[in-house]
């Protein structure tokens, strides 16, 4: 990492449709945490308030279903890779860590940022590269690459693999 890098949180996100047919990305965590300050305004004020009966109406419970399992396969996945890779010397931070990571009292947005110090404090290990680094050098020249490339093709993220290249 370098003074220009960032790490996001594990935040999996939710597709869901508008009335009019536009895809929405929305967190998982909110889906569960809207339905949780329904039910303490219900406990507060002793009934429900009606503005709230469309939203229920509406309530998908697979869908509560389907955010609380992305919750956790989330957290199960970042610490299966930590373990599997960058922790595999000491597997027991694993858990804390990806914990952390999926924390939304600590990172209340999926565009917090992650700088090289906080990764570091949280328990990964990062190799701090200055930017006239000669590996830096050529790490921004690809990022920036991708992101002329995803800027025209219109593609949100492009994966890579050793076979392969895909667009999304």
């Known amino acids: 990492m370098s003074s220009t890098s960032e790490l996001g949180p594990i935040d999996p996100q939710v597709t869901t449709f508008a009335a009019d047919g536009r895809p929405l990305q929305r967190p998982a965590r909110s889906f569960l945490d809207g339905l949780e300050q329904i039910k303490r305004s219900v406990v507060g004020e002793g009934d429900l308030n009606p503005a709230y009966y469309p939203l229920?109406?509406?309530?998908?419970?697979?869908?509560?279903?389907?955010?609380?399992?992305?919750?956790?396969?989330s957290e199960q996945f970042a610490e299966k890779w930590l373990v599997k890779f960058m922790l595999r010397e000491d597997p027991g931070q694993a858990g804390r860590i990806a914990k952390r990571l999926t924390d939304v009292e600590q990172y209340r947005s999926h565009g917090m940022v992650i700088d090289w110090r906080e990764a570091e404090d949280i328990g990964l290990r990062v190799s701090f590269l200055v930017t006239d680094d000669p590996l830096w050098q050529q790490l921004w020249s690809l990022f920036l690459a991708y992101q002329i490339e995803c800027v025209q093709q219109n593609f949100a993220k492009i994966f890579e693999t050793r076979k392969v290249s895909l667009s999304w």
């Open 56 to 73: 229920l109406h509406q309530l998908d419970p697979a869908l509560l279903d389907f955010c609380e399992k992305a919750i956790r396969r």
